[in-house]
C-alpha cells in the first residue's frame, strides 16, 4: 500500500487542523492505520491508531479528547481531526499502516510496515 499525508500547516494555538492519509494499492480495511509524530530532535511518538474493523481507536494521553481519527472507506482516506491545538503539538505528523498488528502493538512504530511522506504542523503560541 502506499499512504500520501497531506493537511498539515501553520495554525494558531486553540485552532483546528485535519490531516489527510490516502490509501492506494489496497483497501484501507485491510490495514491497521496510525498517525503518529515527530517533533525536532524527538523520536517518533505514537498519536491516534484505528483497528481494521474501523471499530476501535486508540490515542496517546496527550492527544486524548482533542484529536480524533476516523476513516473513510469509499476514499480509502484516513483523517486526523485535530482540535484546541497547542504549541507543543507543533511536529511532522506520519501516517502507518500494517496489516498484521494485535492491538497491543498499535502504539510501536516500527511495527508499522508502511509510511507517508509526513506533513508539518506548526502551531503558534
Known amino acids: 500500500v502506499q499512504l500520501q499525508a497531506s493537511g498539515g500547516g501553520l495554525v494558531q494555538a486553540g485552532g483546528s487542523l485535519r490531516l489527510s492519509c490516502a490509501a492506494s494499492?489496497?483497501?484501507?480495511?485491510?490495514?491497521?492505520m496510525g498517525w503518529f509524530r515527530q517533533g525536532l530532535g524527538n523520536e517518533r511518538e505514537f498519536v491516534a491508531a484505528?483497528?481494521?474493523?474501523?471499530?476501535?481507536?486508540y490515542y496517546s494521553d496527550s492527544v486524548k479528547g482533542r484529536f480524533t481519527i476516523s476513516r473513510d472507506i469509499a476514499k480509502n482516506t484516513v483523517y486526523l481531526q485535530m482540535n484546541s491545538l497547542k504549541p507543543e503539538d507543533t511536529a511532522v505528523y506520519y501516517c502507518?499502516?500494517?496489516?498484521?498488528?494485535?492491538?497491543?502493538?498499535?502504539?510501536?512504530?516500527?511495527?508499522?510496515?508502511?509510511w507517508g511522506q509526513g506533513t508539518q504542523v506548526t502551531v503558534s503560541s
Open positions: 484505528i483497528s481494521r474493523s474501523g471499530s476501535s481507536s
Open positions: 494499492g489496497r483497501t484501507l480495511s485491510s490495514y491497521v
Open positions: 502507518g499502516a500494517d496489516a498484521r498488528l494485535i492491538s497491543s502493538s498499535y502504539r510501536i512504530s516500527s511495527q508499522y510496515d508502511y
